[in-house]
Structures are given as C-alpha cells and as structure tokens.
C-alpha cells in the first residue's frame, strides 16, 4: 500500500424527510444563495421542501445551472451573490449544480481571474461556506472537493480540487430521485462505476480493503442499476444507489493506491467539443481503456474478472476479454451506448481531441503516466 493521508470534511444527513435537518445545518443569520439547474428542484417539491426548512433566513434563488456548468453562468451567480451581500451558499441539484457551486464559493474568494483556478491550476486558500441536497446519485461531488467547470466559448472543460471546496454538509434523500427520468439514472449508475474503475483498476498494490471495498462497490451497481431502471420508486433499491455512488468518489477507495483518471481526461474533451453527456463518455472509453491497456493492467483485469463478473473459466485471455465485454454489456444494459459511432461521432474529430489533451497538458495520463498523445489515439480509434 502506498503512503497516503485522507481525511474528509463533509458531514452526509441521508434518508427520507432529512431536507428538514437544513434548519439545524445552516446557520440562523446567514445570507443564502440557493443555487440549482433548470427547474427541476420545483416541478418535484425539493425547493419547497428547502424553503420550508430555510424558515425565516434570508436567502435568494440563482437557477439556470446547466449539465456541464459553465464559467460564463457561473460568473452571474457570483455576480449576484456578491450584489445581495451572500455569505453562505447552498446548492440544490445534480453533480453539475454541487460542481458549479463550489466554483462559485472559490470564485468570490479568489483574487484575479477565477477561470485560472483551472486553467493554470491557480490554488484556492479560501471559498465560501457551502451545504448541498443532492437529487442525482451519480458523481460523488456532494462528498468531495472536486469540480469540474466548462469555459463555453474556449470549448474546454476542466477541474480543480481544493481543501477549501469541500461542502460543509450534504443532505442525500433518496426520494428526492424518484423524479429522475431513466437516462439520468442510467448515467449515474455509469457515472459511479467509472471512478470506482479508475482507482481499481491498475495494478496491484496490495491495498486489500480497498480492492475489496472498490470490488462492492461494483458488484453493488451491477445489481441496483437495472432495479433502479426497472423500479423507480423503490426506496431500498434508490437509497442504494445513492450511498454507492458517493462512496465511490469519497476519496476513501482511492487512499494508498494508483489511480488511471485516463478515462475521464479523455471523455472531457468529447463533452467539450461534442456535448456528450459525461456518463456517456465514460461508457464510451472505459472499454476502449481496457482492451488498449490490457497488457499493462493484465493482474487487475484478471482479478476484477474474478471477482466482479465471476469468471472463472478459460485461459487468461479469455476472462479479460469476457470481463471487458460483461462491462460493456453492463453499460448497454443500462441503455447506455458505448461505441463513437451511436453518437455520429467519426474519426475526422480525433485529430481534435488530441490537440485539445495536449493544450490541456494531458500528455501523460494513468497510473503509470505513460498514455501519451499517442496511445490516447488508439483509444479514441479503439472507441470508434
Ligand atoms: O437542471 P435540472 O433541472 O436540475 O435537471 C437536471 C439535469 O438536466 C436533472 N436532474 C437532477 N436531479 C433531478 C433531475 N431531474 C429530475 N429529478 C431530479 N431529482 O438531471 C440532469 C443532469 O444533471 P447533472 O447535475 O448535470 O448530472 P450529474 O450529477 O451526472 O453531473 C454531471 C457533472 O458532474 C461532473 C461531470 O463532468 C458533469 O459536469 N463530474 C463531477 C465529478 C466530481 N465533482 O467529483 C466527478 C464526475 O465523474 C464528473 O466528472
């Protein structure tokens, strides 16, 4: 196991009714900004619910947060928040709205050009205090200091971590979910299984908790995801969901070993120049990974072979490429389709997508730092 220090901050309220613990969380003199997406925190009762819990506070509304937020909308909410004088903000949605919020609580703080933040990696000290209600179990954002935020015009999309962007506290209520339509679940299931895969899927590190916590983790989307698909308002199979996929971005699997994340620069720049959604990149390129990488992450893919898909029978060569198909399979089960073409994206963008990971400085990706420019072609080719 590798040297590692973990410790996370976010305080998790989960189960039915908890929207209401907001009164003990936010504090009673407090300025909110309640920021969320489209509209879909009011046609399903979740803001009534956070304005009944808010009480007497004064607080403010900024909506319009977009899947894959973006700096340009992003900037009108700190331009609001700094406007009414917000001293605390609270996001009310997906990953894209907890992302973009914690954007915004940096972007306050921060002296000069907030898109530095993640184009020259410029470091946040400071960021506003924050909660989350999370109405999407898919990315792990309500339990993480991670970001990532789209730049519209320069067509790029990019991350930041920082100490200071963790949400104080985040409120998982499963039924806030019910109202999610099928494709937003499907790519939640993705959407958790991906992260669980890049800090798995390696090679051995002798880290045998979180193999076998990661390894759960899986066999557990294997089994809700087409529940959840088939059973929308059951709440055993959502409150499942739910806590699997923010364990698997938590940071708790990924302490003391190698981690890929080769998957999710690629994906990136296909959000970015095609408006994939992110779950369907992923589904896109965790296949191709595999079988491009299958040389370098032969222990790994055997014993995830093994272990997550059961297999057990014929040559090592055999269980990889079953193992890889049963994960391809998975994804398609999930309505998710996993090839460029499903999408009409052909060979003609790969030339721009490499340019892009190279602008980005993403020349020398996964655990071993070796999935240069080169090798990220053949997966892009593989992925056609
Ligand atoms: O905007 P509204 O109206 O709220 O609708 C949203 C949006 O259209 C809808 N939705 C959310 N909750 C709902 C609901 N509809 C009905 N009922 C509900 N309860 O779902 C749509 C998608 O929402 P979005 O927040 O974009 O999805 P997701 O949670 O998958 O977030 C995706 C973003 O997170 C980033 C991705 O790159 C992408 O930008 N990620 C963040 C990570 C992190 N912070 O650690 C890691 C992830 O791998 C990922 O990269």
């Known amino acids: 196991m590798q040297n590692f220090s973990y410790r996370n901050p976010t305080k998790i309220i989960f189960g039915e009714g908890q929207i209401a613990m907001l009164d003990a969380e936010v504090p009673r003199n407090a300025r909110v900004l309640v920021t969320s ?116 015009a320069k067509g790029d999309k990019l991350f930041f971590t920082s100490e200071a962007t963790y949400p104080l506290f985040s409120v998982l209520d499963p039924t806030t979910t019910y109202s999610l339509p099928p494709k937003q679940i499907a790519n939640g299931v993705v959407d958790a299984f991906v992260p669980v895969i890049e800090q798995y899927l390696t090679y051995p590190a002798d880290a045998k908790v979180q193999d076998r916590f990661a390894e759960g983790l899986l066999i557990t989307l294997s089994e809700v995801g087409p529940q959840a698909l088939a059973e929308p308002h059951n709440y055993a199979v959502r409150a499942n969901l739910m806590w699997t996929a923010t364990l ?57 072979a093994e272990r997550v898909w059961k297999l057990t029978e014929g040559s090592e060569e055999e269980r990889i490429t079953a193992a890889i198909t049963a994960t391809r399979s998975f994804f398609e089960r999930m309505t ?49």
């Open 248 to 304: 698997a971005l938590n940071g708790l699997i990924g302490a003391g070993v190698p981690q890929d994340w080769a998957t999710h620069m690629l994906g990136h720049e296909l959000t970015a120049l095609h408006g994939l959604d992110h779950a369907q990149t992923l589904a896109i390129l965790l296949p191709a990974v595999m079988s491009v990488r299958r040389e370098q992450k032969r222990a790994k893919l055997l014993q995830y």
């Open 37 to 152: 997406g489209g509209g879909s925190i009011k046609s399903n009762g979740v803001l009534d619910q956070v304005k009944a819990a808010l009480g007497q506070r004064t607080w403010f509304l900024f909506s319009g947060i977009e899947p894959n937020p973006t700096y340009e909308t992003l900037m009108e909410a700190v331009a609001m928040a700094r406007e009414n004088n917000i001293d605390y903000l609270l996001a009310v949605g997906g990953g894209s709205v907890i992302d973009g919020t914690k954007f915004i609580a940096a972007a306050i703080k921060f002296d000069g050009e907030p898109w530095d933040i993640l184009s020259k990696k410029a470091p946040v000290h400071d960021a506003m205090p924050f909660g989350s209600v999370l109405t999407l179990p898919a990315t792990g954002s309500e339990m993480n200091n991670g970001s990532v935020v789209s730049y519209r």
């Open 336 to 384: 998710v389709a996993t090839r460029l073409r499903d999408y009409q994206i052909t060979g003609d963008s790969i030339d721009k997508l490499i340019a892009k990971l190279e602008e980005h400085g993403m020349t020398a990706l996964g655990e071993h730092g070796d999935i240069t420019p080169q090798v990220s072609r053949e997966v892009y080719q593989h992925a056609l």
